[in-house]
């Protein structure tokens, strides 16, 4: 059986909002947002669990950027406010499905962000 991520997300309006969306094909733990800036290293930027619902946001998105999830869709939503350029970066996401001995992690193609000054 095979599992895949697939990123979605709409076209937005110059420095307006923008959701990301990412679907997973079936139960995962958790799944989470990540971007890579050019030059930079990947970072974490929010995730969330399926079952409890707990997220968790890098420092410099928070009150910025909210995660959401459907777990009947098994579908995580990265809704983002109040863009800055900062904020380009090509984003991923992550998603962790179950194993009989763990877990797996499978990555999203990215989806770019671009945000001018």
């Known amino acids: 059986q095979s599992q895949f991520v697939e990123p979605g997300g709409g076209l937005p309006q110059p420095g307006g909002p923008l959701r990301l969306s990412c679907a997973a094909s079936?139960?995962?733990?958790?799944i989470g947002w990540f971007r890579q800036a050019p030059g930079k290293e990947r970072e974490g930027v929010a995730c969330i669990t399926t079952n409890e619902g707990t997220t968790d946001y890098a420092e410099s998105v928070k009150c910025r950027f909210t995660i959401s999830r459907d777990n009947a869709k098994n579908t995580v939503y990265l809704q983002m406010n109040n863009r800055k350029p900062e904020d380009t970066a090509v984003y991923y996401c992550?998603?962790?499905?179950?194993?009989?001995?763990?877990?797996?992690?499978?990555w999203g193609r990215g989806t770019q962000v671009t945000v001018s000054g």
């Open positions: 992550k998603a962790a499905f179950p194993r009989s001995n763990g877990r797996a992690d499978i």
């Open positions: 079936g139960f995962t733990f958790a």
